[in-house]
């Protein structure tokens, strides 16, 4: 009860005073300021991805097909960042090298991370910004190129080194884990999926990031040379359908009194379900239909985190799915005579809300963008349990 009179007041005075946050996630050193300025590092011609491709083919293939590389250019994220105002915090993830800025940052003024000072960047590339995530992004630092490999099993033609961090979390988490405003009423990070993994049950077992977003691969870093034991460089998340399947293991178990319980259960992702973007959220259904299609019963779950976001950040609910957690759907048989009944379980993913959408289609620039609402999941099952068909759909969006 006290928690909720202090919320209360919190609110109350950001209402009175007309103010709120300006920033939707804390600062720190590394939220605030990206990577700084590299150089182009000896036996290269350049740090863009293409170049990085003349030698790593299939490594630059994937990556091209990824949200890494539209990290920028993704016309969902430049609507959002018009709507948020072009905050400059946001390109420390989106393009994390100081080359791909047109402003660089100077100071703070008075040591506050909420108050940069700009000066124009006389070394920006603006074909590296386009590029967003790019390789140099995660691999290059002070002219060396970092990466799983110790160098004495190379034969680089440009200076390389260990970095143990290419095979751990911590690689992916300093994007991927923006943690909340000290000013705001929220439950976790406003993108808290590393906090779940690390709350979650695999991190002890020596799962991590790269077992389900980059899978193994054992092929040769250059056409020709030796193989190597690496990871794909695809990162597939909630833009996938075929990720997005994976995550969900759904059973059909026969109760008493005619009774069916549908069991969801969150057996294929480190984190909850969804995660990432706040604004994800997930539809289940279970249906009872007859042998002419028609619905006797209909079950659902709606999936989602809700916030509202000014005057001030508030975390109304949270029903997401932990990991091995369950949620169950129940329907019930008809008495009487017999008949062939199915029971029909369909997944939809959305991205953001059409609402939403349209918000960001009418007042932010929004073109062009591909459906924001998916079919993930679609499965069969009479009714003693047994599966009748099991079809996730395979379309990969991104």
């Known amino acids: 009860m006290k928690n909720h009179l202090i919320a209360l007041l919190q609110v109350s005075l950001f209402l009175l005073t007309g103010c709120g946050q300006t920033q939707i996630y804390e600062l720190n050193e590394a939220t605030a300021v990206g990577v700084p300025y590299q150089e182009i590092p000896k036996g290269l011609t350049s740090i863009n991805a293409s170049a990085c491709g ?72 603006a074909q590296l910004q386009q590029e967003g995530v790019t390789c140099a992004a ?127 259960t969150n057996s294929g992702a480190g984190h909850k379900f969804p995660t990432g973007d706040p604004d994800r959220e997930v539809f289940i259904t279970a249906k009872l239909v007859n042998k002419v299609g028609r619905d006797l019963q209909t079950e659902a779950l709606h999936i989602r985190r809700l916030i509202i976001w000014k005057p001030i950040m508030i975390e109304l609910s949270d029903n997401r799915i932990e990991p091995l957690e369950t949620r169950s759907l129940f329907l019930t048989l008809p008495s009487g005579q017999n008949q062939e009944l199915t029971i029909e379980v369909e997944g939809i993913y959305q991205i953001l809300s059409e609402r939403a959408r349209k918000k960001l289609e009418t007042y932010y620039g929004l073109k062009d963008y591909p459906p924001v609402r998916y079919q993930f999941m679609q499965k069969k099952f009479d009714t003693l349990g047994h599966e009748l068909t099991n079809r996730p759909l395979t379309t990969d969006s991104k």
């Not at 250019?73 to 100081?98: G, I, M, N, R, V």
Request: net charge neutral; with cysteine.
């Open 54 to 125: 003349d030698c790593h083919q299939a490594i630059y293939a994937e990556w091209r097909t990824t949200m890494h590389a539209a990290a920028y250019t993704d016309p969902f994220f430049q609507a959002y960042w018009k709507k948020d105002k072009q905050t400059w915090s946001c390109l420390t993830c989106h393009t994390p090298l100081e080359n791909q800025l047109q402003r660089r940052i100077t100071q703070f003024k008075n040591g506050d991370l909420s108050e940069p000072q700009f000066e124009p960047n006389r070394r920006f590339d």
């Open 138 to 264: 995660c691999h290059l630092r002070d002219g060396i190129i970092y990466g799983p490999y110790p160098a004495e099993q190379l034969n680089a033609p440009h200076p390389v080194a260990y970095d143990e961090r290419f095979l751990s979390e911590s690689i992916c988490l300093g994007c991927h884990e923006v943690a909340e405003t000290p000013f705001s009423l929220m439950r976790s990070g406003i993108c808290g999926t590393g906090d779940e993994w690390k709350n979650g049950p695999y991190i002890s077992q020596g799962y991590r990031c790269q077992t389900c977003h980059m899978p193994e691969v054992t092929r040769p870093l250059v056409s020709g040379m030796k193989s190597h034991k690496g990871g794909r460089h695809l990162w597939r998340g909630g833009n996938s359908p075929e990720q997005v399947a994976k995550a969900l293991t759904i059973q059909v178990i026969p109760l008493d009194n005619r009774e069916l319980r549908v069991d969801i």
